[in-house]
C-alpha cells in the first residue's frame, strides 16, 4: 500500500518561510503527478501546485506566484514545496497529492499557520 508522509509544519511570521516535504513509499514515484493542495475549514480543498513526472510545473495558483515552488527528487521519492513571504491568508492544511492515471494518492495533511 501506497503511504505519503508529510513533514515541515509550523507556526511562522507573515514574511518567513516554510518548507514543506513529502515522502512517498510503495509507489513508482518518478512516473507520478505530484501537486500541494491546501484547504482551511469549511472550504473546499484548493490545488496549489503541480509538478510532471518529467519535471514541468503546472496549476500554479495566482496568489503565490513568485513566492512557492513545487521540486521534486525522484531518486529519494519526495517533493517539496518551498513557501516563501508567507501571508496570513495562506494558513491551511496542506495536502501532497501523488496521481498516475486512475491512481491517486493522499497524504496526512501538514498544518501551516501564519500569524504575527
Known amino acids: 500500500q501506497a503511504h505519503l508522509v508529510q513533514s515541515g509544519a509550523g507556526l511562522v511570521q507573515p514574511g518567513r518561510s516554510l518548507k514543506l516535504t513529502c515522502t512517498a513509499t510503495?509507489?513508482?514515484?518518478?512516473?507520478?503527478?505530484i501537486n500541494w493542495y491546501r484547504q482551511v475549514p469549511a472550504q473546499e480543498r484548493e490545488l496549489v501546485v503541480g509538478i510532471t513526472a518529467s519535471g514541468d510545473i503546472i496549476n500554479l495558483l495566482d496568489s503565490v506566484k513568485g513566492r512557492f515552488t513545487i521540486s521534486r527528487d525522484n531518486a529519494k521519492k519526495m517533493a517539496f514545496l518551498q513557501m516563501n513571504d508567507l501571508k496570513s491568508e495562506d494558513s491551511a492544511m496542506y495536502f501532497c497529492?501523488?496521481?498516475?492515471?486512475?491512481?491517486?494518492?493522499w497524504g496526512e495533511g501538514t498544518l501551516v499557520a501564519v500569524s504575527s
Open positions: 497529492n501523488a496521481r498516475l492515471g486512475v491512481y491517486m494518492y
Open positions: 510503495d509507489i513508482s514515484f518518478e512516473l507520478y503527478e
